[in-house]
């Protein structure tokens, strides 16, 4: 079996853990500059002033207590604000790009560079010549851009004054920033993401918070498929080229045992975790089990039937996914727990766990793509794949990160095998393909790149690049194709 000639071979990154310069060039705050570094063991937080004017801190699930506003704190670490500095790197990290072959980078665009309170009538042009010049410099050589509208960074003044997305009127905010991609982009970029890991909302909260937190979720989500479903209408009628996706955080999920209950647990839990934002975006219309996942909790959506008609005109072209690991699900409470930030689950024997508790499962992959295609029948890209890991640097600079060969060589397989089976797979674009700030931790140690960056967890470091010994295995890969896995 071999991938097709046209196959995207490349890396993927998300704007606001990498480019920094947070608060230059006109670029307003989101949420993530607020957000302070964190570990393993203990979250980071998300920094406040309260109603009397005091500093304060909330978990990043918590909301924003009435009177509060969120702000920069003295005597906190925001990762964030510097990131891995490619606003004013990203030639030399686009050159390395190169050399390793890619054909395709996934990046996002901070919605806060563009409308730095997300409310302006103007677009600000300083954060557009950015975006037009990174492309420009992908396409120099033939890196085709894959560009995600929202990864994570709704503008803060958006969170602050308006709650977020269980606002409705963010869906009109969205349009607009959408629109403006769409046309200042046009003939630089083609292949788009609305949401990142849409489904994340609902499925990474924990069954047990009060049912006024998933009103707010699935109102969220509600708001976001449609907010989706319109852009990808205005991307279609801007550009006829454009290929457009959703995006789920993709989780395989496993019975622990054949207990029906579990079978019955596992089966809802595909339809929640997964299947619940993949049904809308891809058909177009709620599922028929969505009434009983809202029921459980209590939810009463806003729904208007102007939104259902933009679901039913917004359907995605291709289904596109992050994949890092699988979880085992029991009704049985004795089961022992998975630890990490990812694996809600048990812990399943059959396999290992990365030192933040992900459970490697690259079988998990070849199901999930499988499943994924039977049901839906349209393209899909592995968007993010990879390991974090702790990676050390030898006195001659190199690094020997043959674990993460390891990782990334074992989904690969699982992939062909999937590819072999049938399933039109188009892409696959390892997360992180530079290190970067993780998502989960605000960690630089968790790394996951090709290509190492000397940046410390306590912001110190040269920001230097260099280059890891999977930086040179990736590039055979890409080089033969993928048929040289060694
Ligand atoms: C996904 C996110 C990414 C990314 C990745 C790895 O959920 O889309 O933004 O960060 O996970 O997670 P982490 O950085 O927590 O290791």
Redesign the pocket.
Known sequence: MHFNNNFFWGGAT?AN?IEGAWNIDGRGPAKTDVTTGGTFNSPRLVTYIDKDGNPNTLTRLQKLPDGGHYAVLDNYLYPNHDGIDFYHRYKEDIALFAEMGFKMFRMSISWSRIYPKGIEEKPNQAGIDFYKNVFKELRKYNIEPLVTIW??DTPLYLEETLGGWKNRQLIDYFEKFARTCFTEFKGLVNYWITF??IN?TINFLPDEMDDSYFQDAYQHLHNQFVASARAVKIGHEIDKNNVIGCMI?GITYYPLTCNPQDILFNHEKWQQGIFYCGDVQCFGKYPYYAKKLWDKHNVHLDITEQDLKDLAEGCVDMYTF?Y?VSQAVTVSKDAEKAQG?MSFGVKNPYLEYSK?GWATDPDGLQYYSELIYDRYQRPLMIV?NGL?AIDHVESDGSIHDDYRIDYLRSHIKSMKKAINNGVDIIAYTT??CIDLV????GEMR?R?GFIYVDKNDDGTGSYSRSKKDSFYWYKKVISSNGEDLD
């Open positions: 998300a853990q990864h994570f990142n890991e994340n955080c992050s890092y930030n933040w993010e974090g997360w992180g993780s998502a989960s931790t968790k996951y």
